[in-house]
């Protein structure tokens, strides 16, 4: 199967917590993610524009720090415009964007883009709260 988001083709690692062990990888996460993103998960600034055909529009930073708790290695952010950061991940060398498809056809740098803290994106209970029923739905359909 073909996927939309960066680096689909060598998203090949595996879980770094055996408490994940059941998601091969991030395509897998990424398929059950797709059924859990909706307008809730949502960055509220957003929330207006999301649609089930864009369910990844707004949700980069609460899945990227998901897929890290998933698969270890580094959130980093790309600064847009609008001076908020889009946040992907990389692990070893596997560098992949989960969300990246909200862009459409715009080419994301990938390369030299400062590294995200946890701490400071979830010093906003809105964004703590969204993050947290992520991962709670996630978890419930892994039966975990």
Known sequence: MAYKFYGWEHADVRPAD??????????????????IWCAETCAPRLRS?????????????????????????N?????R???????YNAVGSCIFDLTSEQFGDEKLA???NPEQSRDTHFARAEKRA????????????LNI
């Open 75 to 79: 959130v980093y952010g790309i600064l």
């Open 81 to 87: 415009p609008d001076g908020n950061y889009h946040c």
């Open 18 to 35: 055996r408490y994940y062990q059941s998601i091969e990888n991030p395509r897998a996460l990424y398929d059950m993610l797709s059924g």
């Open 49 to 73: 524009r999301w649609t089930p055909d864009n369910r990844t529009l707004g949700q980069c930073s609460i899945t990227a720090f998901l897929a890290q708790d998933i698969f270890g290695g």
């Open 110 to 112: 990938y390369a030299n």
């Open 130 to 141: 969204r993050y947290e029923y992520l991962k709670a739905e996630l978890e419930k359909r």
